[in-house]
Each structure stands twice: as structure tokens, then as C-alpha cells.
């Protein structure tokens, strides 16, 4: 191994290994150093997101979906199946195998760029050094003509329900679960909670959600939020709001959680609790004392735009800076930064990100949220319409939810898109590219979609923007 690179980038989830990646197509050597352990103890590549978080939580969402809609709805478009069943053991290899085929692309992929990977904990010293430390303990020490940061994020613990790995868990052992719980505890109901939660009530558990916040989902547009929340407990899961935890006990293999609600004490008892209260940027070995960079009052390492910390030729992305803990935008955080290395002028658009919640129906935004633009003054002209006129999600039994555009009352410039319904994940992303180009809500209604398809639901609310939609009832409305 080589004790000099032109890049050295700590961390291969998404960010540093896209980082890694583009750092050597563009020509520079490149080692990527990470301390993860599978299973077995052997190294992995790709981070929370694809181990522990984003992929294995997707495997289970897709799966328990299906189930559910064989058990539940099949009926009801003339299929008849009797005796629908789950196999855990079965899915979770599955999960697992997925999870290994990704690993396993990131190491093939680093082997034709030629990014030495190392396996091992890094530690940022003065001058752009490196301190590698191996399995068995030996220290050497890198150097480097940039240095890319990029250790992502760990759960948040709380101190009123402790973790113990078996009944406490978190968000990561959560996807571990060899059986289905009776009843499931979740602590928030965020992103992650509300994903883990759907999982295994689809599956049979009895899922309750206690969610400190009065208000759901307040990152999301609020009629979004209104709708999504209805739906989920049309579902059958059990979102208490403004229930603060204030403390938790085991006895009989349950455990007992006690929580606040407005000035009632309650508690609930449940098999299994998941705390799913957020993530944390995982800094701890990190940074020497003299290594010139620096931490927010959050623990979040300080950036500029560029991504560039305050030590001379060291940068870090992704979960550990600002903006949303977010896979895809670390990655383009690593592009943004492997590129401006080499001299380019590569710049991430923070107005354009987008947030997906993967439940059924999926949740996504991008840009304002009419509540934003409310408190802000500027005036707005909102299009929406609802997939129970879409062609295709009523031919496909699947037309809950709506698509919800926010226009710029003088220019008409998209300003916000929100969707909550069937592929809103993949819907988003024709919002991203429309805002990337600044296009106005006029341009979309006059962008051509194929038909039937759910797409055509974003045609329609953009065209419902100016009052001109074609398959409802206009509704247009302005602040």
C-alpha cells in the first residue's frame, strides 16, 4: 500500500465512494478508507445506506407491500389466493443477499477506477495527514494532497428508553428482527419510523407511534401531511402526536413505556420498541485537536458552500455537514467536490434536493412548502390534482393521494413540488429536473406526457396551476 495519494477519502458510504469514484476518473490517485464490518467481521463497503439503512429498508418495505396487497386487496381485482403467509427468516436473507450484490458492485467499482480501498479507522491530523489503523491494530500514516470527509451519520439514543439491543433497538437493528413483534413501540415519526413502522404492521404487528412534535411531518407541505397521515392510520398504525417518552421499563420480556400526552400521563406496553428519533453526524476519532477543522454547535463539521472545511485542502460531505442527512445529496456533494479538486466548477443546487418518505402511499417533495411561502409573504398561485382522476392509478387500484404544485404568482416559476401517491419517489424527480431548468408551471402544462400514466397527474396539476386542467373540476388558488 502506498503512503501517498493525491486524494484520501474517509468514509465509503455514498458520498465518499462517489467521492473516491470520480476523484480517480478524473486521474488522481485515490484511497478510500473505511472501518465498516459485515455480519462476519470482514470488510464492507457503502455505508449506513446501503447495510444499514436506505437499501435493506427498501428490500422489507417492497416485500411487506406485496404481502399486504396479496392478503388484503388481490380479492378485490379477481385473485384469489388462500393461505397468505410470511417466511422472516426468507425475507431477511433476501434483504441480505441484496445488500451483499450492492457491497459487493462498490468493490467492483473500485477496482476499475482504481481506488485503493483500506480497511481500517481513519483519524484527520495536521497538514492533511492520515492515521490508518488496521484490524489488529498497526498505525501508519498517509498523506495526502486533498482530503475528503465523509464518516455519515449514527441513530440518536435517547435517555428515557435505553438500548439493549434485544427489545430496545434502534433504526439498524430494527431491520434485524427474526420474527414478527404482536406489538411495535416506535419512538418518532419521522422518515424512518414511519418506513420501519409500515414494515411490520403490514406484517401482523400491532404498530403504535409516539411522536414527541404536535404537528406531523412538518417538513412537508402541510396538506401533504394531512392526507399521509390519514392514510396511515386508515392503515391501521397508531400515530400519537405530542406524546412526549419520558422513561421505560422491562419486566416479562415487554417493556412498558411511559410518555406525556398535552398534560395526561399514560403508558403503553409493547413486545419490541424501535427509537427512531433522527441521526447524529458521526465525528467521534475523527478529527485531531490540530487538524484544522472545526464543528458547529451541533456536531456537524462546518463547510462552506464548496464544501471546503477551514484546514487548507480538506473538505467533507454528506451526513456530517449541513443540509439533510440525504444519500443522493451526499453523493452529489462528493461529485461537487472530486470535481472542484480538479480545478472545475461544479456547484450543488441546495434549492433542488429532494425528500422522499417511502411508505404507501410514498411521500416527496421538493422546493417550498406553501406554509414556507406563507410566513415568507411571497405571493403564489398553487395546481393540484388528485390520482382518484388518473386513469392509470385507478386501472391500478392505487389512486390515493394528489399532486401538489406551487407556482410564483408574477413569473410563474415552480417554487415547490409535493407529492403524496403511488411512485412519488419516482415522480419527484421530473419536479427536480423542471426546477434545475427554472421552468415555470406553463412550460410543464405544455411538456407533452405519455398516456395513461401516473406522470400525467404532474401535467395536470401544473396545468391546474393557471385553471386550465383538463381532467377535474379547475380549482386554482392564489395567495
Known sequence: MADKFDVI???????????????????FSTACID???????APVLGGTCLNWGCIPSKALLDVSHKFAEARDHFSELGITIEGVGVDVAKMM?????????????????????GVTSIAGCARLLAGKKVEHTNAQGQVSILEAGH???????????????????????????????TEVPPRLGVIGAGAI?????????????????????????????QRIARDGLRILKKQGMDIRLGARVMGSSIEDNAVSIEYVEGDEQNHVEVDKVIVAVGRRPYTEELLAP??????????FIYVNEGCETEAPGVYAVGDVVRGPMLAH??????????????????????????????????????GKTEEELKASGDGYVVGSFPFAASGRALAAADAEGMVKIIADAESDRILGVHVLGPQASELIAEAVIAMEF???????????FAHPTLSESMHEAALAVGGHAIHMVNRKRSN
Open 329 to 366: 445529496k451526499g453523493m452529489e456533494e462528493g461529485m461537487m467536490v472530486a470535481e472542484r479538486i480538479a480545478g472545475e466548477k461544479s456547484q450543488v443546487n441546495y434549492d433542488t434536493v429532494p425528500s422522499v418518505i417511502y411508505t404507501h402511499p410514498e411521500i416527496a417533495w421538493v
Open 147 to 177: 482530503v475528503i470527509l465523509a464518516p455519515g451519520s449514527v441513530p440518536v439514543a435517547i435517555e428515557p428508553t435505553p438500548l439493549n439491543g434485544e427489545l430496545i433497538v434502534d433504526s439498524e437493528r430494527a431491520l434485524e428482527f
Open 290 to 299: 490540530d487538524s484544522g477543522v472545526n464543528l458547529d454547535e451541533r456536531g
Open 438 to 448: 427554472s421552468a415555470s408551471a406553463e412550460d410543464l402544462g405544455l411538456t407533452m
Open 35 to 41: 472501518k465498516s464490518q459485515d455480519k462476519s467481521g
Open 93 to 113: 436473507a433476501r434483504k441480505d443477499k441484496v445488500v451483499a450484490q450492492l457491497t459487493g458492485g462498490i468493490a467492483t467499482l473500485f477496482k476499475a477506477n
Open 9 to 27: 477519502v474517509i468514509g465509503a458510504g455514498p458520498g465518499g465512494y462517489t467521492a473516491a469514484i470520480r476523484c480517480a476518473q478524473l486521474g
Open 193 to 221: 419510523g414511519l418506513e420501519l413502522g409500515s414494515v411490520w404492521s403490514r406484517l401482523g404487528s400491532e404498530v403504535i407511534i409516539l411522536e414527541a412534535l404536535e404537528e406531523f411531518l412538518p417538513a412537508a407541505d
